[in-house]
């Protein structure tokens, strides 16, 4: 799962560097913005089966990597 993720985040913005770094901030970087994020959410549900509502996750939980892939490990474990 986290590999599909970090598939998925790589292939949105484009920075392969991510999967060495899971702490790098998508938003300092400009690498995530708001539509990002969206699109972002989008291929999680279409990939991996999960819905992740954008009212309920905010900015800082998809911050990073790592916190983007424990959103998606914790609705996972929810559903």
Do not use: Q
């Not at 799962?1 to 991510?18: N, P, R």
């Not at 300092?28 to 291929?43: A, H, K, R, T």
């Amino acid at each position: 799962m986290e590999e599909k993720v970090m598939d998925i985040l790589v292939d949105i913005t484009g920075e392969e560097s991510l999967r060495e770094n899971l702490d790098t901030n998508v938003f300092e970087l400009g690498l995530l913005d708001s539509l990002g994020v969206v699109n972002l959410i989008v291929e999680l549900e279409d990939e991996l089966d999960v819905i992740i509502s954008p009212t309920e996750v905010a900015r800082e939980d998809f911050d990073t990597p790592r916190k983007i892939v424990e959103v998606v490990k914790n609705k996972l474990e929810d559903e």
